[in-house]
């Protein structure tokens, strides 16, 4: 099993940038597609940005940017040019074939 511990969340103006941290355990963490979804009031949960084992970046939203350290079992995602919209819960997922896990998610908001 793995297990996620999300930081990093917090408040910060429009156009600021914040840097999310994915802490994970386990000793498959190495072979796990890892990625960012986020979830705002009222709305769908939507991936944000998804990194493969090998450290190749899947799907990313514009002005994110995943990466991750296998050797430190972490991921990060590095978030510019915040707006209003990018107010959300973000969970940290962990993935491989039928098997997934979730962090339990940091929050994000961004207003002046």
């Known amino acids: 099993q793995v297990q996620l511990v999300e930081s990093g969340g917090g408040l910060v103006q429009p156009g600021g940038s914040l840097r999310l941290s994915c802490a994970a355990s386990g000793s498959i963490f190495n072979t796990l597609v890892m990625g960012w ?3 705002a009031p009222g709305k769908q949960r939507e991936l944000v940005a998804d990194i493969a084992s090998s450290g190749i970046p899947g799907s990313v939203k514009a002005r994110f940017t995943i990466s991750r350290d296998n050797a430190k079992k972490m991921v990060y995602l590095q978030m510019d040019s915040l707006k209003p919209e990018d107010t959300a819960v973000y969970y940290c997922y962990a ?10 998610g940091t929050q994000v908001t961004v207003s002046s």
């Open 37 to 39: 979804y986020r979830q």
């Open 95 to 104: 993935r491989r074939g039928s098997y997934d896990a979730w962090g339990q």
